[in-house]
Nanobody
Framework: QLQLVESGGGLVQAGGSLRLSCAAS????????MGWFRQAPGKEREFVAA????????YYKDSVKGRFTVSRDNAKNTVYLQMNSVKAEDTAVYYC????????????????WGQGTQVTVSS
């Protein structure tokens, strides 16, 4: 059973930066596509970014393009989300997710989820 643990959340001022990390428990990490999702209070969980396991095909939510960067280090079993120029509307709990095969933008195609890390942007 793949386990995912996010870290790096916290309080940041608008315009600032944060880097989230998600560490996976399995050595076959490169077989998994990884996604980042977020959920704000009272809203549904939404897609933020995703990256394939080996060919680094990447997808982004339109509103984060140019500000957020997803990357992975398969040797460290870790995926990252670099968040720059953050805005108040980026405030949410951020989750990483994994699935075997290619990345997707729907939360329903991911089989494994971390516990989430809170990101709060102050204006």
């Amino acid at each position: 059973q793949l386990q995912l643990v996010e870290s790096g959340g916290g309080l940041v001022q608008a315009g600032g930066s944060l880097r989230l990390s998600c560490a996976a428990s399995e050595r076959t990490f490169s077989s998994y596509a990884m996604g980042w999702f977020r959920q704000a209070p009272g809203k549904e969980r939404e897609f933020v970014a995703a990256i394939n396991g080996r060919d680094n095909i990447i997808y982004y939510k339109d509103s984060v393009k140019g500000r957020f960067t997803v990357s992975r280090d398969n040797a460290k079993n870790t995926v990252y989300l670099q968040m720059n120029s953050v805005k108040a509307e980026d405030t949410a709990v951020y989750y990483c997710a994994a699935r075997l095969g290619n990345a997707g933008t729907s939360r329903y195609v991911y089989d494994y989820w971390g516990q989430g890390t809170q990101v709060t942007v102050s204006s």
